[in-house]
């Protein structure tokens, strides 16, 4: 799990990257424009935000990131706290939950849980096409060419991404943070172990390969025309 952190009070940082620590990966964004910048380019499993910013308003970010047709869960921290109406502001403006200064650090933890499961466990389209790649999200089968592919869950999770993120270059990194979890065992070469597993699956039977290596980058899968996913 990757999480970023929207604030400029130090101290607070400080308070909060002490509780996040133990369980998540985190990233620290001090203005509204930087908090923009890293979510509409990086892959995050949720937004802590501050509403008093030193440029733009955690509202107007809020906002912006959700006409944007950013869906990643966002949670309100902060001191401008005088009662309801700021929550229903909050949760307008599109936040997912909204929590006041000084917080509590079991219950920070535990509204992170439970936008966290809420998320994972949202709605979805029940397939996503790619090319002659099919992938049934439900019954968690892929298909390529109408034949069956069979992968581990893992394979699935990782060639699920991918096909999220069609013609995106995704990071080792970003790979590594959506797919295994931050405190899982595993080895530095693991991302490029399970690449290789699936382009033996997905790839080599097939005249034209779809997982590409983007050098010094990472990967991505990509469409025959190098558009849009179907």
Same mark, same amino acid.
């Given at each position: 799990?990757?999480?970023?952190?929207?604030? /400029?009070?130090?101290?607070?940082?400080?308070?909060? $990257?002490?509780?996040?620590?133990?369980?998540?990966?985190?990233?620290?964004?001090?203005?509204?424009?930087?908090?923009?910048?890293k979510?509409?380019?990086?892959?995050?499993?949720?937004?802590?935000?501050?509403?008093?910013?030193? /440029?733009?308003?955690?509202?107007?970010v809020?906002?912006?990131?959700?006409?944007?047709g950013? #869906? &990643?869960?966002?949670?309100?921290?902060?001191?401008?706290?005088?009662?309801?109406?700021?929550v229903?502001?909050?949760?307008?403006?599109?936040?997912?939950?909204?929590? $006041? #200064?000084?917080?509590?650090?079991?219950?920070?933890?535990a509204?992170?849980?439970?936008?966290?499961r809420?998320?994972?466990?949202?709605?979805t389209?029940?397939k996503?096409?790619?090319?002659?790649?099919?992938?049934?999200?439900?019954? !968690?089968?892929?298909?390529?060419?109408?034949?069956?592919?069979?992968?581990? !869950?893992?394979?699935?999770?990782l060639?699920?991404?991918?096909?999220?993120? &069609?013609? !995106?270059?995704?990071?080792?990194?970003?790979?590594?943070?959506?797919?295994?979890d931050?405190?899982?065992?595993?080895?530095?070469?693991?991302?490029?172990?399970?690449?290789?597993?699936?382009?033996?699956?997905?790839?080599?039977?097939?005249?034209?390969?779809?997982?590409?290596?983007?050098?010094?980058?990472?990967y991505?899968?990509?469409?025959?025309?190098?558009?849009?996913?179907?």
């Open positions: 799990m990757k999480l970023l952190l929207v604030e /400029d009070d130090s101290a607070i940082v400080q308070a909060v $990257a002490q509780v996040l620590s133990k369980k998540y990966v985190f990233e620290i964004a001090a203005t509204g424009k930087d908090a923009l910048s979510v509409i380019t990086n892959d995050y499993d949720l937004v802590i935000l501050d509403l008093r910013l030193p /440029d733009i308003s955690g509202l107007e809020c906002k912006k990131l959700r006409s944007l950013q #869906k &990643v869960p966002i949670l309100i921290l902060t001191g401008v706290f005088q009662g309801p109406d700021d229903v502001i909050g949760l307008d403006s599109g936040a997912d939950d909204y929590l $006041a #200064k000084p917080f509590n650090a079991d219950e920070l933890l509204r992170l849980r439970a936008l966290l809420r998320n994972r466990t949202a709605p389209e029940e996503i096409t790619v090319n002659d790649l099919t992938l049934d999200l439900s019954a !968690r089968k892929a298909e390529r060419g109408k034949k069956e592919i069979i992968l581990r !869950r893992k394979e699935f999770d060639l699920e991404y991918l096909a999220r993120n &069609v013609n !995106r270059v995704l990071t080792r990194q970003m790979i590594f943070d959506h797919v295994w931050s405190d899982a065992n595993v080895f530095n070469n693991t991302v490029d172990v399970h690449i290789k597993y699936l382009r033996d699956k997905v790839d080599r039977p097939y005249a034209r390969p779809m997982i590409k290596t983007v050098h010094g980058l990472g991505k899968l990509e469409t025959q025309e190098g558009g849009e996913l179907k």
